[in-house]
């Protein structure tokens, strides 16, 4: 958990192992997936990543609308619900 966080917060020194994180979804399943759920332990920089905009990394924002260099397996994650749900 203490990593994750940071991994959320500390872009400038994160943004190899985040990629990692969207390509290696075999070894992330279990922290991605409670980065999701449990959100009493991570409301606070998960929101502020979804909500503070204006903070928010340039990585981040081109993660989000560069789709062309999207990895495959993120592109899954977010169209692919039947997989997703039973990871």
Known sequence: M???TALLVDWKHLVIDWTALLVDW???VIDQTALL???ELHVIDWTA???D???LVIDWTALLV???HLVSDWTALLVDWEHLVSD
């Open 53 to 55: 905009w204006e903070h």
């Open 49 to 51: 990543l979804l909500v």
């Open 2 to 4: 203490i990593d994750q």
């Open 37 to 39: 759920v449990d959100w």
């Open 26 to 28: 075999e070894h992330l």
């Open 66 to 68: 560069d789709w062309e």
